[in-house]
Every structure is written in C-alpha cells, then in structure tokens.
C-alpha cells in the first residue's frame, strides 16, 4: 500500500437529543457546515481514513457537528499517524487542503510522514507563484495539463509544490469573466 486518505463528511441528524452535560467526550450535535445542505439541522462529524488501494477504511471517529476540517485533520496527525504508519507500512498520507496548515504539516514532518495535498491559495506563497509565473513556462503533464515544480518551505517544512494549469477551467474562468463582463455592462448602461 502506497498511501491512505482522509477525508470528512458532515451528517445530519433528526429529532432532538438531550444530554445531561455529565458526557464529557461525547460528541455534541450541533448545527455546522452541512454539506448535504441542510443547515438548519443538527449535523455531525465523520472522519474517515482508507487505504488507498481497495478503499477499506482503516480508521474511522464521528465528531462534533461544528468541527472544522483542519483542526479535526491536526488532531488526527497528532494521535494517529505514528500507529497508522506502523500497522499500515503507507508511503504517503493524501489529505485535502485542510491538512495544509503549518502546525499540521509540522507534526507530520516530526513523524517522518510523507504527505500530498493541495496548497490553499489563500497562503501568500501560494498568490504569488500563481501570479508571477507565466503558464507559457510550464511543461505539459498529461491532455489538458500542464504545471512546473517549484521549492517550498512553509512552515519551517521542506517540500515541493507543483503549479498546475488546467485548460478546462481556464476555459471555464474565461467564459465566467466573460458574463460577468457582459452583466457588468448591461447594468451601467441601464443607468
């Protein structure tokens, strides 16, 4: 096996629940991102481990409704990752962006844990490789793909970031701006 993935989801519940207060690691249902879109009910927590061969989990924890993505994913690291590596002998340990904050990265480097992410954009480094580089530069990595490598040490963490350009959402942000555009100029000229 070459890596496992996490990944969470949010659930919804029905009906009311009451509790006493006397449960003091029991999870709460509470109303947070819904991502069946069902805000108005309460919702909680599944995060999910799978290897990534066969897709069997490996590691399952329901949570609080309202637990964010990333602080759910660094408590993780922090208690898992050494018993996961050892039992499942992975290479890699694959997140989505909400892995990528420094603290998280920085416990998966203390452990010798290779990870792949996606960087957020909204990280500075991250603005300004994207704004700097020409796509003109990058090599193409597979129909449609294209991208270019480059050095990183965010969060004290040496590591490699690859830039990728997609002709199909290229296409897609041009015909967004394009309306927008369009719109833009409908409503000034009502005026």
């Known amino acids: 096996m070459r890596g496992v993935n996490l990944d969470s989801t949010s659930l ?4 009311q629940y009451h509790t006493d207060g006397s449960e003091i690691n029991a999870i709460k249902l509470v109303r947070g991102y819904s991502r069946d ?12 481990i799978t290897e990534n061969q066969a897709g069997i989990p490996v590691y399952m924890q329901a949570a609080s409704g309202n637990v964010n993505d990333a602080e759910g994913f660094k408590k993780i690291v922090k208690s898992h990752i ?3 590596k050892a039992a499942q002998k992975s290479r890699y340990f694959i997140a989505d962006a909400a892995l990528y904050v420094a ?7 203390q452990q010798k844990q290779l990870f792949i992410t996606r960087v957020p954009q909204k990280i500075t480094q991250a603005k300004q490789l994207i704004a700097e580089h020409d796509p003109a530069t990058f090599e193409p990595i597979s129909e449609g793909y294209s991208g270019k490598w480059f050095d ?4 004290g963490v040496q590591q490699r970031w690859l830039l990728i350009r997609s002709e ?6 041009q015909k967004t701006l394009d309306k927008n555009t369009k719109n833009h100029r409908a409503i000034n000229q009502s005026f």
């Open 12 to 15: 919804h519940v029905d009906g």
């Open 37 to 48: 879109h069902r805000p108005e009910l309460n919702q909680v927590v599944l995060n999910l």
């Open 82 to 84: 050494k018993s996961l």
């Open 103 to 109: 603290e998280t990265i920085q416990s998966l480097e």
């Open 152 to 155: 990183s040490d965010y969060g």
């Open 168 to 173: 199909q959402a290229t296409k897609r942000e």
